[in-house]
């Protein structure tokens, strides 16, 4: 599997994005798909993940202003941002699991991933 990333770039605070991740393969629909991100000099750090099924989970820092979403007919899965914030600022990796659909807030749980989209965030 294959996963590309985009629709990063420079927004102003309060502003969104729209990030995409279009994976390769037929058989997107199984996989529990994921987004992290990673600030310069920090860990990566869960964001949103979506079940096969369509559940979705958040970490509390971010419930409310990301929105993670799937559409299998197009092998794509989305996080859209609302109300960025300067501490928004990373690259944004998408990953798909395919072994699991439990502990999806862990970097471990991922077989997959692409390469980054960039989100700078000025304030």
């Known amino acids: 599997v294959q996963l590309q990333a985009s629709g990063g770039g420079l927004v102003q605070a309060g502003g969104s994005l729209r990030l995409s991740c279009v994976a390769s393969?037929?058989?997107?629909?199984?996989?529990?798909m994921g987004w992290f991100r990673q600030a310069p000099g920090k860990e990566r750090e869960f964001v949103a993940a979506?079940?096969?099924?369509?559940?979705?989970y958040y970490p509390n820092a971010v419930k409310g202003r990301f929105t993670i979403s799937r559409d299998n007919a197009k092998n794509t899965v989305y996080l859209q941002i609302d109300s960025l914030k300067p501490e928004d600022t990373a690259v944004y990796y998408c990953?798909?699991?395919?072994?699991?659909?439990?502990?999806?807030?862990?970097?471990?749980?991922?077989?997959?991933w692409g390469q980054g989209t960039l989100v700078t965030v000025s304030s």
């Open positions: 393969g037929r058989t997107f629909s199984s996989y529990s």
């Open positions: 990953s798909a699991a395919s072994r699991t659909d439990y502990g999806l807030g862990l970097a471990g749980r991922y077989d997959y």
């Open positions: 979506v079940k096969w099924s369509g559940s979705t």
